[in-house]
């Protein structure tokens, strides 16, 4: 059969055996006028009082978006949210970066339209400069709450965001707008650090008892946003729900909602499993594609094999230590054992772990278009040029079973013997 992978921003078709089962999310329509239920989830949240009640004239707002590494639709968003707040609000966007890149000019532009791109003050989240946080504290288990000073100083402080499982932190949304959103690097290394992200509860679709995610919403609570509004989306990126109000309620009703639409479970294990990154703009580089090896991961059987096809159109990336922390190791595990050294820590690190656990369990095979097969070899992949021969080779040597996530970690397969637990 041919299936359409998502892959980059035009996609790719491959063809796969006719018995392959074909895992996606449920394909929620759109709602059908995106502007009036943001605005009525605005003035009738799910907990606490709207969005207008909390604005007195002249406050500053300090409204928190996601990066371009997210398909937030923040261009459609922001706009209703705006027409809520009093004409003499000052507004400033702040972009949780966590510890990626900043945006270029161009990305802001596309991520919030040129209007607002222009004429709102954007404060792009930099995890690298301790002078820009302020310590808020020890969290609930030992780590130093740094957030970013100028959100810290806002009169009214809001989180925008978006919903879908999260490979280690159970969702995304939420208290991740905070934290590690804008959180400082010694923040985020200890909410990402090898033993939370060990934890077996570090997983897809979990968040009360995953270290990770308690950590994160212990320091959000120390940052005392007031408002967050979430969504959910579909593959075509059009929002198909609204979770607004206080922060932990909206988000607890948003990850409720995305556990029943994203995650779906099979009977057991595949020999073969081909996957994405859910195209652009997640799987803009290699760093981020781990999540969908990931969630092929959930259903791999062990010594099987995985096939990824993810653009990577920015590369490893050049930034950041993911592609440090792989040059520096002869393999995943090596890796491991360097993670295991009393008082290793590293930028990333949370990445290459992820990844290194994956490898352990399953062969990974990837297309990328925006590496050589020099750059796959040495980040410990074995590259391919064609996913279907690829596919066909594999089911000689492995086994005819044969899953597919064209859109990769929009979707979360679950073996049904109880792996996830909900949320």
């Known amino acids: ?92 966007l702040f972009v949780a970066t966590g510890t990626h890149r900043a945006c270029t000019p161009a990305e802001l532009e596309a991520m919030l339209g040129p209007e607002l791109a222009r004429s709102l003050p954007i404060v792009q989240h930099d995890a690298f400069d301790r002078s820009r946080h302020a310590y808020l504290g020890v969290a609930s288990t030992g780590g130093e709450a740094w957030i970013e000073r100028e959100f810290l100083e806002q009169d009214v402080k809001v989180l925008t965001g978006f919903i879908e499982p999260h490979f280690f932190a159970g969702f995304s949304g939420g208290p991740k707008m905070v934290c590690p959103g804008l959180a400082a690097i010694e923040t985020v290394l200890h909410t990402h650090g090898a033993a939370f992200i060990a934890h077996p509860n570090a997983t897809w679709g979990v968040t009360h008892g995953n270290p990770v995610h308690d950590e994160a919403r212990a320091i959000a609570a120390l940052a005392r946003p007031d408002f967050s509004l979430d969504v959910t989306l579909n593959k075509r990126h059009e929002i198909t729900a609204v979770f607004a109000g206080e922060l932990f309620a909206a988000h607890a009703a948003g990850c409720a909602f995305a556990h029943q639409t994203a995650m779906a479970p099979v009977d057991r294990p595949y020999d073969v499993v081909v996957t994405t990154n859910s195209g652009y703009p997640l799987d803009q580089n290699l760093y981020q594609a781990v999540k969908g090896m990931s969630a092929a991961a959930q259903i791999v059987r062990p010594g099987g094999a995985i096939v990824i096809a993810s653009e990577c159109a920015d590369g490893l990336p050049e930034h950041g230590r993911y592609k440090d922390l792989l040059r520096e190791a002869l393999g995943p595990e090596a890796f491991l054992e360097r993670l295991a050294e009393p008082g290793f820590q590293a930028h990333d690190q949370w990445q290459v772990q992820v990844q290194a656990q994956i490898q352990r369990k399953a062969r990974v095979l990837v297309k990328a278009r925006g590496l050589s097969p020099e750059q796959l070899r040495a980040a410990w992949f074995e590259p391919i040029d064609d996913v279907t021969r690829a596919v066909e080779a594999l089911t000689c040597q492995y086994g005819p079973r044969v899953a597919v996530l064209p859109q990769g970690p929009q979707t979360i397969p679950y073996v049904r013997a109880g792996a996830f637990a909900p949320a």
Do not use: F, N, Q
């Open 1 to 92: 059969m041919r299936v359409t992978l998502a892959y980059g921003r035009h996609g790719l078709e491959v063809e796969l055996p006719d018995h392959a089962d074909v895992v996606e999310p449920k394909d929620l329509p759109g709602l059908p006028d995106e502007a009036a239920a943001l605005r009525r989830a605005l003035r009738e949240p799910l907990a606490g009082p709207p969005l207008r009640a909390l604005v007195p004239p002249g406050a500053r707002v300090g409204i928190v978006i996601c990066d371009v590494t997210r398909p937030m639709p923040s261009w459609r968003v922001l706009p209703v949210l705006l027409e809520e707040l009093p004409p003499s609000t000052r507004v400033t």
